[in-house]
């Protein structure tokens, strides 16, 4: 029963040492993520227009990329009578102009989507850190118990009486 639950606790010891070594740096890496989104992002100097969502507003992270591919959608199928490149015939002069539309909204929500797996990384980095905190105690309240038990009656005084 002793090797049991030694085994037990060092598995539970080991696997949290891991977990809070490895939610920090997913963390570390989601945060990284967003910054290489946000300084791409930012060195294009995008501003959204009059008629956006959010005018004025310079796009610098996934949610004002998602306003600026949303305008850009709306100026597109409007320079086309409402038609999509792939509905617009080869010969028709709006065809370029959808082209590049679509063109620049690939590569806005290509970041949308660069911006959310990171906030993604950076929630999971934390819940695997609050993981290994778990699993570093309860190995530990495995592998002595009573330490545990004397450790925290510890802490408990008699009462005072007058």
Do not use: C
């Not at 199928?77 to 028709?92: E, I, M, N, P």
Request: charged fraction near 20%; aromatic fraction near 4%.
């Amino acid at each position: 029963m002793i090797r049991i639950r030694t085994a037990a606790a060092t598995v539970a010891i080991v696997a949290g040492a891991a977990f809070l070594i490895g939610g920090p740096y997913m963390a570390y890496r989601g945060f990284d993520g967003r910054s290489q989104v946000r300084a791409e992002l930012k060195a294009e100097h995008i501003v959204t227009p009059e008629d956006a969502s959010r005018p004025n507003v310079a796009v610098v992270d996934g949610p004002t990329a998602q306003v600026q591919a949303d305008i850009i959608k709306v100026h597109a199928l409007k320079a086309s009578g409402g038609k999509t490149y792939a509905q617009l015939a080869r010969t028709d002069p709006a065809r370029e102009t959808v082209f590049q539309g679509d063109m620049l909204r690939t590569a806005l929500l290509s970041s949308v989507l660069a911006w959310n797996v990171a906030n993604l990384v950076i929630g999971l980095g934390v819940l695997v850190t609050g993981l290994g905190v778990v699993a570093l105690l309860v190995g530990l309240a495995i592998r002595k118990p009573e330490q545990l038990l004397l450790t925290a009656l510890e802490g408990v005084r008699e009462p005072v009486t007058a």
